[in-house]
Structures are given as structure tokens and as C-alpha cells.
């Protein structure tokens, strides 16, 4: 039956992809989806709340993704860190979901910031930065997990030029018990962190990053860069040391990139593989078996729904996430922590339901299709 989206008629597709969950985790490529928390709808707080969360469904959400074969990277920029999930609520999550991946055998990272600080008020200091980060890389180990370093906008301002980045680092790698992932999150996701690495000449930041990974290569894991920079990214993925990986976090080039060349590949640790986990697992796993034209085949065709979730403001990209996760049966609601429900356009969310529905990605399109209908009505669409 025919729905009238925004864009025009569209007839919504009958038959899903058949990606039953149970297959192993591929094995060519490390994988991590980057995934998002489900908001408590009947929680009676404000904006300036700290977020409600629905446990039950946010943990059901991550089964789901390693019942496919996935890692999970949790408490990540798509969890809404400093958009709406505060300190205490990634330390709640990062506890609750460890304790998960240990009782079903999941692989897990976390992300480790410095987001208890202030952002407002007089700059923080390095030292403030350092025992921030302290104190959040105590708490993953303490859970054991494998921590992701993140960027810190608390860092931007307390830094004075690349040394200070180089200097915090160094401490925090030292004090490191596992090798960490660093994390490369360019301002298009988050506005605050321009100029991070002590430069806004990437070529100049780059170096200064590169450097952090030289001098301490056996506390780096790898490195997730997320600058939507596809020749940046292959270049520093040929400049690191041997190793250390590269996991890419290129919402808009990653099947050219997870394929790689005949010099090397990145992995993967992205925010998009929380709407396409089952089907991008699996492409995985056809190119463990050195199939590249049939990997690509699989997820060239996911870029278009990729790029229209992640444009411009890209920020708001979780919105879309957990919309299509609404749709496909993940959580009852299409209620986000601090409102965020509400930071992309009617239209906006219509083409990203045709895309993905066109893709199968909807395990139930009568139930995704029931669903739109109701968004729509609730905009007033009478169609």
C-alpha cells in the first residue's frame, strides 16, 4: 500500500533481509558499532535533567548487536555524550553494559572523557583535564573494558598549543594498563572540538597525533578517526607504526575504506553500524573470504542512507540513528535523553525511512510502515 511521504508516494518494500543474529564475529576486521541509548518516555524531568534511561531496552539493543557478531563501543558520541547523557549516566551505562557483554561473551569498549568538568565557568586546567580522564579510564578498567580515549572539549581550552595535548597524553598512556583506542572526532560531530591537537591545519594536527602514537605504540591499540576525510584517513593509516590499527569512523566513505588497497585497511568503530549492524556484519564476513566485490556490493548501496543521516548539522545524526531504531522494532517510542527527538525535520525523517526501507533493513516493514504513518499523523499528514 502506497504511503504518502513527504518527498511524494512511496510503496514501502514487502520482504526484509534474512540476517538471522547467531553467525560469529567476522574475523578479517575488528568491527564496533558505536550504539545508542533509549530514553525512559515516562520519565517526568526537564531539559536541564539529568537523562532518564531505559535500561531494559538500551542493554536489550546492544544483545542484539553482538548477538550479529558485532563489538559494541559504548558510552560514544552516538550515546549523546554531551548532548544529553552526562557523566553519571555513561558510568551507569558503561557499568551496566559490561557487566552485559560479560554474561553473553560480547566484545566491549568504552569511551573514556573528561565530561564531568564544567563547560562553562573559568577554563579548566591541564591538571583538571589529566584527573578527569583519571578518574573515567579507572572506572573502565575497573569494569574491564577496553577504553577509548576520547577528545575533550575540557582539553581545547585548557591547551595551549601541542605540546600540552602531547604532555596529557603521555600521561594517560603511562598510566594505561591495556593498550587504548585514541579518538579523532573532527568539529563537523562536535563544533567544540576545533583546533584539537593544538592546530586547525590538520596537516599540523595530524603530526602532533601521529607523534602521541610514536612514542608510546605498545599502550595504542588503534586509533578511530572520524574527520569524514578519506584521504586523510588512508594517509594516516599508512604513517602508523606496525600494530596499531586504524578504525575508521568515516560515516560517509567506509566501504572503500574496510575494503582498503593493496597497502593496507582500516577497521571499523562507526555510529552508522547501529542502524546497519546485522547487514554490515555480515558483509564482513563476505570479506573474510577475500570476497571484496561482494562486501562492496553489499554496503556501497548503504552510503546514500549514511550520508543523508550524517549531514550537515552532522551532530544531529543520532536522531536519525535512534528514529530508525524506533521503526525497526528496537524500542517502543521515538523519545530521546534531552529532546533530540526533535532536532531533525519531518522531511528529513521520512527520506531516511524510504532509504532504509528500500535497503530491508526493517526485520518488520508492516510494523516500520505502521509506525511512519503514525509520525506523519502526528504532523498532521492526512494521506
Known amino acids: 500500500m502506497t504511503i504518502h511521504l513527504p518527498r511524494g508516494p512511496y510503496t514501502p518494500r514487502a520482504t526484509p533481509l534474512d540476517l538471522a543474529p547467531g553467525a560469529a564475529a567476522p574475523t578479517s576486521r575488528t568491527v564496533f558499532s558505536a550504539a545508542h541509548v ?10 536541564d535533567d539529568p537523562a532518564a534511561v531505559d535500561w531494559e531496552s538500551t542493554l536489550a539493543f546492544r544483545r542484539h548487536l553482538w ?17 544529553g547523557l552526562d557523566w553519571a549516566g555513561a558510568a551507569e551505562l558503561i557499568r551496566r553494559s559490561a557487566a552485559e557483554a560479560k554474561a553473553v561473551g560480547g566484545r566491549i569498549a568504552c569511551g573514556v572523557g573528561t565530561d564531568q568538568l564544567p563547560g562553562d565557568g573559568p577554563d579548566p586546567t591541564l591538571a583538571d583535564v589529566r584527573a578527569a580522564y583519571e ?13 577509548i580515549l576520547m577528545a575533550s572539549r575540557a582539553l581545547v581550552r585548557a591547551a595551549r598549543g601541542p ?14 594498563s591495556e593498550p587504548v583506542i585514541l579518538h579523532w572526532l573532527g568539529p563537523m560531530f562536535d563544533p567544540a572540538l576545533e583546533g584539537y591537537w593544538g592546530s586547525s591545519d590538520l596537516d599540523e594536527a595530524t603530526d602532533t597525533f601521529l607523534k602521541v602514537i610514536a612514542e608510546h605504540p605498545d599502550k595504542v591499540d588503534g586509533i578511530k578517526i572520524s574527520l569524514l576525510d578519506a584521504a586523510r584517513e ?36 562507526l555510529g552508522i553500524f547501529d542502524p546497519l549492524g546485522p547487514l554490515a556484519a555480515h558483509a564482513v564476513r563476505v570479506l573474510d573470504t577475500g570476497d571484496v566485490d561482494g562486501f562492496r556490493a553489499l554496503l556501497d548501496p548503504t552510503v546514500e542512507l549514511s550520508r543523508h543521516l550524517f549531514r550537515s548539522p552532522t551532530r544531529f545524526y543520532k536522531t536519525g540513528v535512534v528514529f530508525l531504531a524506533w521503526l525497526a522494532g ?12 526533535s532536532a531533525r525535520s519531518l522531511p528529513h525523517l521520512a527520506k531516511a525511512y524510504e532509504l532504509a526501507d528500500g535497503l530491508g533493513l526493517f526485520p518488520d516493514p508492516e510494523l516500520a510502515e505502521h509506525r511512519m504513518r503514525s509520525l506523519l499523523a502526528v504532523h498532521g499528514g492526512t494521506r
Not at 533509549?38 to 531539559?47: C, W
Not at 548477538?67 to 548532548?83: I, S
Not at 600494530?243 to 568503530?269: K, M, Q, W
Open 135 to 147: 578518574e573515567q579510564l579507572a572506572l573502565a578498567e575497573e569494569n574491564g573494558v577496553q577504553p
Open 67 to 83: 548477538a550479529h557478531g558485532l563489538g559494541v563501543a559504548e558510552a560514544m558520541d552516538t550515546a549523546q555524550r554531551g548532548m
Open 234 to 269: 588512508i594517509d594516516v593509516r599508512r604513517r602508523l607504526p606496525g600494530g596499531v590499527r586504524c578504525y575508521t569512523g568515516d560515516d560517509f566513505n567506509y566501504p572503500e575504506l574496510i575494503a582498503g588497497d593493496e597497502r593496507g585497511f582500516s577497521h571499523a568503530l
Open 38 to 47: 533509549v530514553a525512559d518516555p515516562y520519565a517526568d524531568i526537564g531539559p
Open 163 to 176: 605540546e600540552d595535548y602531547l604532555a596529557t597524553y603521555a600521561h594517560l598512556l603511562r598510566q594505561a
Open 330 to 341: 528496537h524500542q517502543d517510542h521515538f523519545t530521546m535523553v534531552g529532546g533530540l527527538q
